[in-house]
């Protein structure tokens, strides 16, 4: 079955340093980190008091027709169109949301505070989106929420305070845990990796980089990390950043990283033209049609994944349960059609699910 989780990791890998010294792998965040144990695969999130924001008197939507805009980093790559086919499948589900998907071609954070302040304008109902920056996009949302508006993020969050609830695909230390350790696994525990990401800001991303640095410190500390570089989730600049650093390093490298749908890919195919294939790990995030060429001639091993079609699915019935009344502070589960109850985390975050690994085995029962 596909697991309730999305988005592709290309081999699980992992990593080392301690929460003060996360900001030391360049692309981490600096708030504080929670490393799982060495030898658990997950643990429990603590509870927290619902911490999302509140629009300002907003009409009465229950069961009423929704317009909904999904505004994701960028359109047109394969990660972003599965979540926003979740997204349309939810919707026609329901039967009483008309949804649709818009924003920039590239991950600029400009262009898409652009597309959300225009989208106020027209006076939408609720807007979904997935944050190129969280705090640069937290006003525009701030101020959708003042026009009553709802608002609900997935795969990369912003302010808590800037929407009132996050889909959040997996538990960003759980990710961690297993990039980190399915690397490991690959190059031993004294190897040396780099990263491929896509800017030093993205929310999610520079989240699973701090957690990794720090369950890396704690699990793996004999691991090398030698530099992270920035990809903008441009297919021709994550190749050439991950040929260079291949260059660069040497026989040093050991593995590389790829923190993003685009780059993990780019970073298997450098891989393959350098004739790295089992020489240089590749493990990230991708699409499994995306990785599907690299795992089965064997040059990567592992894909981690959750499912991002389902991530826009449960982001689309969050919406609608907002606007019903029916998901408010003080929830502890969304009860999410086809997906069942999804668990309440950390005050207002909704959890998807638990990474997946695929393998040469498996990943050609998944098509997306």
Not at 200 to 222: D, G, L, S, V
Not at 226 to 240: P, W
Not at 315 to 325: C, I, K, P
Not at 353 to 367: H, L, R, W
Request: glycine letters at 8%; hydrophobic letters at 45%.
């Amino acid at each position: 079955m596909i697991p309730r989780t999305a988005i592709v990791f290309a081999l699980a890998m992992s990593f080392t340093r301690p929460a003060a010294a996360a900001a030391a792998w360049t692309g981490g965040d600096d708030l504080p980190t929670s490393p799982l144990p060495c030898d658990k695969a997950s643990a429990p999130a603590a509870a927290k008091p619902y911490d999302g924001g509140k629009p300002t008197k907003p009409p009465d939507r229950k069961g009423k027709k929704l317009t909904v805009v999904d505004v994701p980093k960028l359109i047109g790559i394969g990660y972003f169109n599965a979540t926003s086919k979740g997204i349309m499948d939810a919707a026609k589900e329901l039967g009483n949301v008309n949804a649709k998907t818009d924003g920039p071609t590239k991950a600029n954070i400009d262009e898409q505070i652009t597309f959300i302040d225009n989208y106020i304008t027209q006076g939408v109902d609720g807007i979904l989106f997935a944050a190129n920056d969280p705090v640069a996009i937290s006003p525009v949302l701030k101020k959708a929420l003042g026009k009553g508006i709802n608002v609900v993020g997935y795969d990369a969050n912003s302010e808590p305070g800037a929407r009132q609830w996050f889909v959040n695909q997996a538990e960003f230390n759980g990710i961690a845990k297993s990039l980190m350790d399915n690397m490991a696994k690959e190059i031993g525990e004294d190897g040396a990796f780099a990263i491929v990401t896509s800017t030093f800001t993205t929310p999610n991303q520079a989240r699973w980089i701090a957690e990794m640095a720090a369950y890396a410190a704690a699990c793996h500390p004999k691991m090398k990390w030698l530099e992270t570089v920035e990809a903008q989730e441009d297919n021709v600049l994550s190749f050439n950043q991950a040929t260079a650093l291949i260059n660069k390093h040497g026989d040093r490298l050991k593995g590389l990283f790829g923190m993003t749908s685009v780059a993990t890919p780019a970073s298997a195919e450098a891989v393959t033209q350098a004739s790295k294939c089992g020489k240089i790990a590749v493990i990230g995030l991708a699409t499994p049609n995306a990785m599907k060429p690299y795992v089965n001639k064997g040059c990567v091993k592992s894909v981690v994944l959750w499912n991002p079609v389902d991530l826009g699915y449960a982001a689309m019935y969050a919406l609608r349960a907002v606007a019903d009344g029916t998901l408010k502070p003080g929830s502890t589960s969304l009860k999410a059609g086809k997906l069942g109850e999804l668990p309440i985390v950390k005050g207002s975050e909704i959890l998807l699910g638990a990474p997946f690994v695929f393998t040469k085995e498996n990943i050609g029962k998944f098509d997306f």
